[in-house]
């Protein structure tokens, strides 16, 4: 199973559009957990977590958020991001199998999140990430950036598209 991580701000359409997507994902049992996580607290937010089953971890950050998850495999989207294709077989066989991190195939138009500057990766995050918790974890600390890692984590790119409509 998965934990998805997505860094919210209060632009809920781009973020329905997320969570829409992933619902057949929790139908299905592959995805376990949706975490919200913002910087700030906002009623829009969990308000949208409520009503959606979402976790929503207010005045966080990115460790709280990845200590927090339950599952084994952590998948990082940006809201507006909606995995296309036969995502659900192909991301289940791939976390049953394989260990290494990887990342979809990017379509479409985008825009720079405050993840994606946080964590210093526009291009790696673009294609969303899925990684074990043990593989961040062992890497996220105060002293060591997590960009400069996760440059050289070299995913896989999965035949899954990712279309980010956020913009």
Not at 86 to 112: D, H, M
Not at 145 to 158: A, E, G
């Amino acid at each position: 199973m998965v934990s998805v991580i997505i860094h919210a701000n209060e632009d809920i359409d781009p973020l329905a559009d997320t969570l829409a997507m992933l619902v057949s994902g929790s139908v299905f049992g592959l995805v376990s957990e949706v975490i919200l996580w913002s910087e700030n607290h906002s009623n829009v937010l969990k308000t949208v977590a409520d009503d959606t089953g979402c976790r929503y971890l207010s005045r966080s950050d990115l460790g709280t958020a990845i200590t927090s998850a339950k599952s084994k495999w952590l998948l990082f989207l940006v809201p507006g991001a909606r995995l296309l294709d036969q995502w659900r077989e192909i991301l289940s066989r791939y976390i049953e199998n394989e260990t290494r991190p990887a990342q979809f195939r990017l379509i479409g138009t985008k825009k720079v999140t405050k993840l994606r500057r946080f964590l210093g990766l526009n291009r790696q995050l673009e294609g969303g990430l899925l990684i074990t918790k043990n593989q961040i974890a062992s890497i996220y600390n105060n002293q060591t950036p997590l960009h400069k890692y996760l440059r050289k984590l070299n995913p896989v790119t999965l035949p899954i598209q990712i279309l980010d409509s956020s913009q």
